[in-house]
């Protein structure tokens, strides 16, 4: 799965900021790859960046035509097909990180194969991955791992890769869900992985490197999440992290999507995560916790952040209010 | 997936018991289900049924040709296609749990098509999962966990089921790979489902039921097992059991196909599926122990079943030699 850049994002008739979070991701973290953003009648939401038509975007040398928005059930409504096969004209290929998959429609792989064009369902993994080995890789990886699922692992992934960049560690962010893939151009959405296959594809993530060479690994959902600690723990085993950064949000009660649910507090989520990381790498160790603190004020976020540093003697930070500079400082 | 009984075992031309296993598993622990055991020249070994042709099978009522051998690769051989068609031909859906589907061959498509008979590919799920939701299901359930992969939890599942159905328990055998998926004639292989919905698959394999019944779920992996324990840590929490068997066997120095793992302790095994289990379930406990002894004598390994139910206050049993009604009274 590589994604060619630059990126025209299309965000369709979206209303809701929330919907286009992957064209944000995009817009937000990777400008130099967006050439512009194309919306339709009716949209009244952005992402920031320059409004553009496929025409243009196309003479502005895009060369892929993103799918930005999300829907309930992941569906491909038929409306957008003209625009899609528009941007194939243009010399785009086509990436979506919705459920219902592209080349389920015949008029698309027809257009693909006459463009010569790619069709990329980001989260239908096509690669064959192969059993987890366990074998020790070289180079060093650091995983976000989250008390709940949608805690800021992307988020703080993202920032300690910028962060780690300004201080001339040699880093790469490896993505794990759609929205880190169409930010790095490539990885793989891992909770699509068959299940067998769930730690192998993981190992194939992040390869051998060279030993000060840094892998941030997004993470993805919880060890203390019922329906989804199965993903986590396969990704946690075939990462073989040296070192887990602890995201949170302040702002819950339950599991998310389980109002049933106790949920778990940062303590336990330490010793859940670094009992289990040690099957594969012994030395891991915990290097920072990041808080989402955007339900309180910043001085209420910043006296908790701190509270949390002394409590367990380790860098905490709202990655969006403070950055991570503090915690990529702890790795040299 | 829905198998329609009785079953004629196609064992093609194999020379390894081993490679039989599937055909075996119907055969040894539902021989009412099979009518025969068709082979072609080559064979040297069987599964103990009466032999017989695919037209003679026909006329005892099969209703499923079962491809009862596996081959490294799980590879579907072009020159069992004859034999598939004419077991069509004959009134038989067809069963594979080869990782190459029977759907991928267009003559079979078509005669499935003619003949109006199914083509099951057991390794390729086709129901449409949700994720899980925690929620607490009426009705008890057991699951099986294992120190490794292949020590014995479907063998216990079942030898546990048969045991409680001799003393009138209400119980049901729910499979979660291919030959216990051919044993029960329904199920789900739990480890060719789509990460993101392990737990949900799992709770749809044993839905609510009345208070005093019991689903003896078959195991997978090993927590312990850094290939595979995402699949073990999805399954553990979709069955949210009240009871777990520990399985075990005497002959292991390292994890199955890991040459460089550490093997975990019956302590560690029992230690870390109790703590993973009370996520779904509280409640859950553990009630008995089952070791593979057959590398040592049967003097041996009763000695050594007994100084660990001594050890751990539990039933302790190598349910091949023993069986397991020590641990099914356990749940009265």
Partial sequence: MHIISPYLLFIGDATDQLSIKMAQGAADWRPNLCVGEFS???CTVTTGIKKMSIEEASKQGAKSFVLGFANSGGILEKRWLPYILSAM???MDIVSGLHEKLTDFPELIAKAQETQQQLLDIRHPKAEFKTGTGIKRTGKRLLTVGTDC??????????LEKSMKRMNFNVDFRATGQCGI???GQGVAIDCVISDFLSGATESLSPNNSPQHWDIIEGQGSLSHSAFAGVSLGLLHGSQPDALVICHDLNRSHMRGLPHSQFPSIEATMALNLQAAKLTNPHVKIVGITVNTSSVSIDEGRKICDELSNKFSLPCVDPLRDGTDSIAKALI
Avoid at 150 to 159: A, E, R
């Fill in 40 to 42: 339709v009648d009716g």
């Fill in 89 to 91: 004209d243009h010399g």
């Fill in 150 to 159: 949608s805690v800021g692992k992307m988020y703080t992934s993202l920032s």
């Fill in 182 to 184: 169409l930010i790095a």
